[in-house]
């Protein structure tokens, strides 16, 4: 099988840089999706000794996708106190 792929990428050099940009397509949103698995508070994979894990964050912590050079700490809270 590998054979006749190589075979036919001789003979059509220019799908080349298709399967490149697919593979690196594929790659790039299975690292996002890891992602998003591993570092997300809202994602829980051990509920037996963190059954809540929204409540391990602070008031005033913030996930950000990227980082911002703003003081949340000082922004006023508009919900209620719990």
Not at 21 to 37: D, E, H, K, P, V
Not at 44 to 62: G, I, L
Not at 64 to 69: D, G, H, I, P, T
């Amino acid at each position: 099988m590998l054979g006749t792929f190589s075979r036919q990428l001789r003979n059509h050099p220019a799908l080349i840089p298709l399967f490149i940009f697919i593979g690196g397509g594929c790659a790039m949103s299975l690292t996002y999706l890891a992602r998003l698995a591993l570092r997300n508070p809202d994602v829980c994979w051990d509920r037996k000794n963190n059954p809540e894990p929204w409540n391990k964050m602070k008031p005033t912590d913030q996930y950000k996708f990227y980082a911002v050079s703003m003081d949340y700490s000082k922004l006023k809270k508009e919900g209620p106190d719990f």
